[in-house]
């Protein structure tokens, strides 16, 4: 038990230096002007053109980093500071939510994956808390309500580790397009690049914390049945 809360403290430390790498990161190839001179929009909307995909919208949404491609809809979203922008960082971000719009197009099977289990994770985000909360409370008395919630979050532990190739396939498309283009010149490539993998690695420390969290419960489930 000891070592499951080292690597709970580990993962959300490893999450804060992420999270605070990647909007540093973010916040200075948001400096760098983009040679091409395009828009977030505007990057969006020409490699949506390049790879023949002519039925998605190019919006913006509200929110710091709120960028996201909406397969239902068929909309790339884009935050203002991409949308609006100029720069290295706007264009790496643009491309990578067009590159799902690609994955979604050419019938990637990990997003298909990722796609079938959103149902069911949005239904289980809503309870998990509290059937995993009663679960602890009622060990003794109710154990398979514990059981029940490991499940649960088994199966959001999962959608998160199908979600990596979902991230990095995206990332490469959206780099390996930039750079066919010549959209981006000598160093804007390698800081595209970097901008993207420190926005994966928000990806791999989640999929991780979720793991962790997952054999906390377990742990606790086993160690009620050692007793």
Known sequence: MPGIYLILILVMAASW?????????????????????LTGREVAEKMLRDEGIFDV??????????????????????????????SVAAAAVAAHECGHAVQHARAYAWLNMRSALVPIVQFSSNIIQWVLLGGVLLINTFPALLAIGIVIFAITTL???????????????ALAWMNATNLTYGEERSQAKDALDWAA???????????????????????????
């Open 159 to 173: 959608f998160s580790f199908i979600t990596l190739p979902v991230e990095y396939d995206a990332s490469r498309r």
């Open 17 to 37: 230096f992420v999270s605070y790498r990647l909007k540093s990161k973010f916040r200075h190839y948001s400096q760098v002007p983009l040679t091409a001179g």
């Open 57 to 86: 919208k190019v919006i913006s949404v509200e929110g710091f980093l709120s960028d996201h491609y909406n397969p239902r809809e068929k909309t790339v979203n884009l935050s203002p500071e991409v949308y609006n922008t100029r």
């Open 201 to 227: 690695m928000t990806y791999v420390v989640a999929a991780i914390g979720s793991l962790a969290t997952l054999l906390y419960y377990v742990s606790i489930f086993t160690g009620r049945r050692d007793n």
